[in-house]
């Protein structure tokens, strides 16, 4: 089973609103991903947990908060966005971080529109 | 600065041709080259994956060929079906990193 699971599917807030994106996966991976995609381009690169802890941040803004609750859950907080970072979400997992042929599984995606 | 650089941008084909897509990357100590392939509305699945030890992967109707001395890769789809219409990424990713470097991807649309 190499399933990552993201909810909600689809998100609605408004600029003051408090949010939050959640993701899951049982496949025991070590590490795991927030990426980031606008329409027609490559996913980007948000946020990495390796073991549960913080090991990158892309310079995202504050705005944006990852909390890794356990090694199967990962969430992305969200306040006082803008409209420009409405997008689609994704969640990642891999065995480890780095390591040569690691395979990182996406989810489904989250999409979020800021009104 | 884009680290690895993907065309065509677009690209139609006819039912059972061949699709073709390019990939060219600059840092030498990328050595984990996949390719994803992402439906509208859906996350990026991977397809397929190489390692600079071999120039050529196959799986089924995919195939992914790799020449290391020039820092190319691509992705050929054989007998190329309407059900692969999507978007296709390369990336590549260091030993020690966690980062996937994507191409800007090819949309491709196979014409029944």
């Known amino acids: 089973d190499t399933e990552v699971t993201q909810t909600p599917k689809h998100l609605v807030m408004g600029m003051t609103n408090k949010k939050s994106l959640k993701c899951e996966q049982h496949m025991g991976h070590r590490a795991m991903y927030w990426y980031k995609q606008k329409a027609k381009k490559p996913p980007e690169l948000m946020f990495v947990y390796s073991y549960e802890k913080l090991s990158i941040n892309e310079s995202v803004p504050s705005r944006f908060s990852p909390e890794c609750p356990n090694s199967s859950l990962l969430n992305l907080h969200l306040h006082a966005l803008q409209p420009e970072d409405s997008a689609l979400y994704l969640c990642a997992s891999s065995l480890a971080r780095g390591a040569s042929g690691n395979t990182i599984y996406f989810g489904e995606g989250s999409w979020l529109t800021v009104v | 600065q884009q680290q690895v650089k993907q065309s065509p941008q677009s690209l139609i084909v006819q039912k059972g041709g061949i699709s073709i897509i390019n990939c060219a990357y600059e840092?030498?100590?990328?050595?984990?080259f996949p390719w994803y392939q992402q439906f509208p509305g859906k996350g990026p699945a991977l397809l397929i994956a190489?390692?600079?030890?071999?120039s050529e992967k196959k799986e089924g109707r995919f195939t992914i060929s790799f020449n290391k001395s020039a820092k190319q890769f691509s992705l050929h789809i054989m007998d190329s079906q309407p059900g692969d219409s999507a978007t296709y990424f390369c990336?590549?990713?260091?030993?020690?990193?966690?980062?996937?470097?994507f191409g800007e991807g090819t949309q491709l649309t196979v014409n029944p």
């Open positions: 190489i390692r600079p030890d071999v």
């Open positions: 840092n030498t100590a990328f050595d984990y």
């Open positions: 990336a590549a990713m260091e030993t020690s990193g966690s980062r996937l470097t």
